[in-house]
């Protein structure tokens, strides 16, 4: 039997005609017509004014912190369950990240710890230049009460939308409400372009000062000159083109999530101690990832234990988000809260989840949980924090 992938990517087959393009003109340097089309392919998308296509979701949220006056000094408040990226770019400005903690309901920053710890800050007299909210596992945050709090204290919200392109929100994009919304299309996502990224806004001036600092910083003039640091940021006209035939399968791509989502339901939904990850109400989540938490006293065994036992059989499953706030390298930052995100740590596994996933393959991790369920150990496993 061979592997089953937790998140593998899925091409269409309309990507093959804009790379045969790029080669059979020539355009394999970085930008190009892919590249220019890619972004306003995507703002029409999303229903967002401007987007600005680059190397990483990373490189988006980096340069959203530049642009945001984020420095040396400051604190940006972060949620804390998601991956270390939305992280990484506080410290690349030399910041200090607060982690907000999730609520039960959505597992995303909770709106009233951030309204509380805005308030806070205010009469400290000393606010956060930004506040980077995380879209999590294809499911939007509650975005309304956290831009009401945001704008209240004049703070830039910054989205990342990494895992949550193609969910709604109200009848909106995740992403597309801030200041600035970032997008991933590392090779895990629900589309991919083997690697990169986007950066969203309604503000035309911001994301020219983006493409600028995305290219290296170069100066009008016909030769090279070069007034401040920048970065080599932008996407590959190549790669663009993968994005532009796969972006034509967003929809497709969360209806087969989804329907990965429900059979999963369905088929657990007899087995004891198994509970998934909650949908808001306010929106669709794309189900980027199907997340199941355990408990051991009902289920049998341990989230982890679980996990070692699907890889004996070759299929990849992982643990839920890590939050930041246990993390080695954040360990001397202040976290706001911490037992919502801490215990689905604890308790939470991805399954797998792919928009590629066979009925076959599913069935075998069906086969492999029941079986589990059926066949207790007798210690359970715990993740260390």
């Not at 984020?70 to 990240?97: E, H, K, M, R, W």
């Not at 083109?241 to 791509?253: F, K, P, S, V």
Request: aromatic share 8%; charged share 20%.
């Amino acid at each position: 039997m061979s592997r089953i992938y937790l998140s593998p990517p899925h091409l269409s087959g309309a990507e093959l005609p804009h790379v045969r393009e790029a080669f059979a003109t020539n355009w394999i340097a970085p930008l190009g017509p892919n590249v220019e089309a890619f972004e306003k392919e995507f703002s029409a998308r999303l229903d967002v004014p401007h987007a600005l296509a680059l190397s990483s979701g990373t490189s988006a949220l980096h340069l959203s912190m530049m642009l945001s006056d984020v420095g040396p000094g400051d604190t940006v408040l972060c949620s804390t369950f998601t991956f270390v990226a939305s992280a990484n770019p506080i410290l690349y400005q030399n910041a200090t990240p607060v982690f907000i903690d999730s609520d039960e309901d959505t597992w995303n920053m909770d709106p009233n710890l951030l309204a509380q710890e805005l308030d806070d800050c205010a009469r400290r007299g000393r606010l956060p230049k930004a506040v980077v909210l995380v879209h999590l596992y294809g499911q939007s945050a509650d975005i309304d009460p956290i831009l009401a709090a945001c704008r209240r204290h004049d703070v830039t919200l910054i989205e990342d939308a990494a895992e949550a392109l193609g969910a709604s929100y109200k009848g909106g994009s995740p992403g597309a409400f801030g200041k600035f919304g970032i997008y991933s299309f590392n090779g895990n996502k629900i589309i991919t372009t083997s690697g990169g990224g986007m950066l969203v806004s309604a503000d035309a001036e911001s994301i020219q000062r983006a493409r600028f600092l995305a290219t290296q910083g170069r100066d009008p003039a016909p030769h090279y000159e070069h007034s401040q640091m920048a970065y080599n940021y932008r996407m590959s006209n190549v790669l663009a083109g993968i994005g532009r035939g796969q972006l034509t399968a967003l929809d497709e791509r969360v209806r087969q999530r989804r329907h990965n989502y429900e059979c999963y339901r369905e088929e657990f939904q007899h087995l004891p101690g198994i509970t998934f990850m909650p949908e808001a109400g306010y929106g669709t989540s794309t189900r980027w990832l199907t997340v199941i938490q355990l408990d051991p006293a009902e289920f049998g065994c341990s989230a982890e234990n679980l996990r070692v036992r699907l890889e004996e059989q070759d299929i990849e499953s992982r643990p839920a988000w890590k939050p930041m706030h246990l993390q080695p390298l954040f360990r001397d930052c202040r976290h706001v809260g911490g037992d919502v995100s801490e215990r689905i740590f604890q308790h939470g596994l991805c399954l797998p989840s792919g928009s590629s996933l066979t009925e076959r393959e599913r069935t075998r991790v069906v086969e492999a949980v029941h079986e589990a369920a059926l066949h207790p150990v007798e210690t359970p496993m715990n993740r260390p924090v």
